[in-house]
């Protein structure tokens, strides 16, 4: 058995420990361990608050000199003004830059952030030349160093990184990751490979097996409706085939972006899908493409829809503005139960109201209290919604 | 009968002990899982541009709720506030709920407000709304203000907002509750991140407003309350948000949204009826009702919680205030259990009620209760001569000591994450706190519960008493 020495003012401590009761030996453990948790919680935030005491330190010394070099090197580069030299071969003067403590890793870091920076706010050849830098001054090596890295956290960094930079990187080492099971460099795999792809740039729809988060999507729009010299595929080809039904509502969206009118045979097909709530999605495109050829059909299925894909057929049939339904919304205000879908439908008619003065002006003269109050609520400039 | 009465002893003292252990292990364990928690945040929240989301056409609208009492004195700089926030597609509802100074003519003599005839449905029954109001300023186009009759409660007041909500989500506040101007990018993050649950509400950490500074309704310095009362309330709100509720999250077992910032699923609130406005706990009696529903109706939903801070709030300063809030809130602690018990260790609530309302029960409803009764028996130990001192102060030390390291280390994670306050003198002055709470502020906590309870058992009538608001001021 192990015998351990104890010390002897610990010895009162140690005897009523042993001779104690169990509860009291337990409190006694715990606290010891609620004292030591105590001072190292205390220290933790101590060191965390000097770390970033330190850091900002850093960064407020590091910051100015760092922007003045890149205005003076690379904004007021002379050679932005000659149009015969090609950017890309300008060779910068890196020796100011060597003033920088580059042999340590965080101030490289720095300096790609605020290259990053730069380039964000700044477009053609200043754009260039910032690149340029970054490549001269090889901090592109320490971005792939992160590529290759296990962490999710530093592979999402340099997917970052690579892709502000304009950097091209190999389709089958992104494409893997535009499936990753970690949602954020997913997430930064599918941007860089929309951003970076040389061939097709939308490829990773075919392929994708998770869902486009609503997040993602914010994010993938922002990215391909900033992106210059992209090539706009038709999106009915994802709205036909895709088995994702996330990726076929996203798809959706763009059309609308773009008003892609090829693709209006795929969504009147889409409307044929189980799926209630993409259903909706495919009418609600439809009524903001306007496509009046469709509204025939949307008239059609309407009572065999749910509540939720009624109200996008009426919206729709507002937004179209055909003329050519004014008797079925006349028919959905006055007939229809639902408070949405009156309402609704009376919006639709003030949108139709090219067409349907008369009729609304018949159904302000002879409509009940609650519909009175609908009719002038949606006829009211000063209320949106 | 000696014999009787020693056994009846050591069952009890065992009890307490069995239930002592287990709540401690709960907070060591809440301690472990909010970590997790804040830290999966701060790692994504660097990856996640809230500025792609301000400027996109895809953000999902939201509704802002306010309702307003007798708020005459701040109501501009608060609606002001509000409309400074930061986000493409929202609205603001404020509900005058049939105050009796100025507040209606202040926001409409301002905001150039008009009645309109507006298509009011009530899909939740409230007092009657007189008029709703537009301004005929493009630039208050969000702002739409309802007068309704005073119905005795924040509830009917945020229902009738509901009823005219034109989005699918809605955020609760005070009108009073200054709102960092991100808020509602940070709200409806977690529901458009989420995969495969339907997220029916979320809710981020409050703050003490009393010390910090503002200026025209925008928080511009964080600082700990000076006074005692308030500072001890910033202690109970750390811990409260950043591990409790954080801890619970992680689990998806959040048991409450506060009534201070709250963003809500609208189509899963009405269909659950709305809040109740006979409560006294309207906001965490809204949740248990909306996970209820969901349960019922086999919708796969989460809760969750943002462990930034996005809103401050004025706390008591004073004891008679402060009684009248925990009374309030233990009486509809009290009443939320007594209403929805058949949730209680029911395995068709799943997490639910085996999880949140077990240790509700437990550990908020009877926890004043057992301490309660455990200082009573002391006392008669004690008078009997019955008290072995050194091990009874040992017991207390440890509570005490565990007390501290939790809350120790509730603000560990909110300073390692987001390094409120500028200087170390205010985070040793916040760290201090703690060792004066479990002997000042604690029993004000358990006698203010007991009378709430007692409140709650009489069925006394209680009036809906105005906070009594100092404001919020620029720094003079």
Excluded at chain 1, 282 to 295: H, S, T
Excluded at chain 2, 173 to 195: G, R, S, Y
Aim: hydrophobic letters at 45%; one cysteine or more.
């Amino acid at each position: 058995m192990l015998d351990i020495q104890v010390p002897d003012f610990l010895e009162p401590v140690v005897n009523t420990f042993r001779y104690a009761p169990l509860a009291i030996q337990v409190a006694m453990v715990f606290i010891i361990i609620a004292s030591l948790g105590t001072l190292l919680a205390y220290y933790s935030i101590l060191r965390s608050r000097y770390r970033g005491y330190q850091r900002d330190k850093k960064l407020a010394f590091l910051h100015p000199k760092i922007d003045n070099l890149i205005i003076e090197e690379v904004l007021t580069n002379p050679t932005l003004l000659k149009d015969d030299v090609p950017v890309a071969h300008v060779q910068l003067n890196l020796e100011p830059f060597q003033e920088l403590p580059l042999h340590k890793k965080w101030a490289r870091e720095v300096l790609t952030e605020r290259i990053i920076h730069f380039r964000r706010n700044v477009r053609g050849n200043m754009g260039e030349l910032l690149r340029n830098l970054y490549l001269q001054l090889e901090l592109d090596k320490d971005t792939m160093k992160k590529m290759r890295s296990g962490h999710w956290e530093k592979k999402v960094q340099a997917l970052v990184e690579f892709t502000s930079m304009d950097m091209s990187i190999a389709d089958v080492t992104i494409l893997p990751l535009t499936n990753s099971r970690n949602r954020e460099l997913r997430a930064a795999a599918r941007h860089a490979y929309i951003k970076l792809s040389k061939n097709e740039p939308f490829k990773f729809f075919d392929v994708v097996t998770e869902p486009l988060l609503m997040w993602d999507q914010v994010e993938l729009f922002r990215i391909i409706t900033t992106t210059q010299n992209i090539a706009i595929p038709n999106f009915a080809r994802w709205i036909t085939y895709s088995a994702n039904k996330s990726v076929v509502s996203f798809c959706l969206k763009l059309v609308v972006h773009y008003n892609q009118l090829p693709a209006v045979p795929a969504i009147v097909k889409l409307l044929e899908t189980k799926d209630h709530y993409l259903r909706a999605d495919a009418i609600n495109c439809l009524g903001k493409l306007r496509v009046p050829d469709a509204e025939d059909k949307l008239i059609v299925m309407y009572s065999s829809q749910p509540l939720h894909c009624q109200i996008e057929i009426l919206k729709a049939v507002g937004r179209i503005s055909s003329g050519r339904h004014v008797d079925f919304l006349k028919q959905e205000f006055l007939h229809s139960t639902d408070f949405d879908l009156r309402k609704n439908a009376a919006k639709s008619l003030v949108k139709n109201e090219w067409t349907a003065k008369q009729v609304l002006e018949e159904l302000l003269a002879t409509a009940n209290a609650e519909n009175l109050r609908i009719l002038k609520h949606c006829m009211n400039p000063l209320i949106k919604y | 009968m000696s014999g009787i009465l020693e056994t009846l002893g050591r069952i009890y003292e065992s009890t307490l002990f069995v239930y002592g252990m287990v709540l401690l292990l709960v907070y060591a364990m809440l301690a472990l899982l909010s970590m997790l928690a804040v830290r999966r945040y701060a790692k994504r929240d660097n990856y996640h541009q809230l500025d792609i989301l301000s400027s996109s056409p895809l953000a999902p609208g939201i509704t802002i709720l306010a309702p307003a009492f007798n708020e005459g004195l701040t109501i501009i700089s608060n609606v002001r506030s509000l409309l400074t926030l930061n986000y493409p597609r929202f609205e603001i509802v404020l509900i005058n709920d049939g105050s009796t100074d100025d507040t209606m003519q202040q926001l409409i003599e301002e905001f150039k407000m008009v009645t309109v005839d507006f298509a009011y449905n009530e899909k939740i029954r409230t007092q009657p709304v007189r008029k709703i109001y537009k301004s005929t300023d493009p630039a208050y186009s969000s702002l739409l203000v309802i007068d309704k009759i005073n119905g005795k409660s924040k509830a009917d007041a945020t229902n009738a907002g509901i009823n005219v909500a034109s989005f699918n989500y809605f955020v609760c506040t005070d009108v009073d509750c200054i709102l960092d101007k991100n808020t509602l990018l940070e709200l409806i993050k977690p529901v458009m991140q989420e995969a495969h649950k339907r997220v029916i509400a979320v809710g981020a950490t409050l703050r003490i407003a009393n010390s910090c500074e503002f200026d025209e309704g925008v928080m511009t310095r964080m600082r700990p309350p000076k006074q005692l009362l308030p500072r001890f309330q910033e202690v109970e709100y750390i811990r409260s948000f950043v591990l409790g509720k954080m801890g619970w999250s992680y689990i998806n077992c959040v048991p409450n949204v506060s009534g201070g910032l709250g963003l809500f699923d609208k189509e899963i609130a009405i269909r659950s009826g709305g809040y109740d406005h006979s409560s006294f706990g309207e906001d965490m009696e809204l949740l248990t009702r909306m996970c209820r529903y969901a349960h019922d109706n086999h919708v796969n939903y989460s809760v969750r919680y943002i462990p930034k801070s996005l809103c401050w709030t004025e706390a008591p300063s004073t004891l008679k205030i402060f009684n009248r809030q925990r009374t309030r809130w233990a009486r509809g602690l009290a009443q939320l259990m007594h209403a929805h018990f058949n949730m209680f260790l029911n395995p068709r609530y799943g997490k639910m009620g085996m999880i949140i309302f077990p240790f509700n029960f437990f550990f908020e409803l009877l926890a004043p209760i057992i301490e309660f009764t455990g200082i009573i028996v002391y006392i008669v130990l004690a008078v009997m001569g019955k008290i072995n001192w050194p091990y009874a102060l040992l017991l207390l030390l440890f509570v005490y000591t565990y007390a501290i390291m939790i809350t120790t280390i509730s603000i560990l994670w909110d300073q390692l994450t987001f390094r409120y306050y500028k200087t170390w003198k205010e985070v040793v002055y916040l760290c201090m706190t703690p060792f004066m709470e479990f002997l000042f502020y604690h029993p004000l906590i358990v006698i203010y519960a007991l009378r709430g309870y007692y409140y709650f058992l009489t069925g006394k009538k209680s009036a809906w008493g105005n906070m009594q608001r100092q404001g919020f001021g620029k720094k003079k």
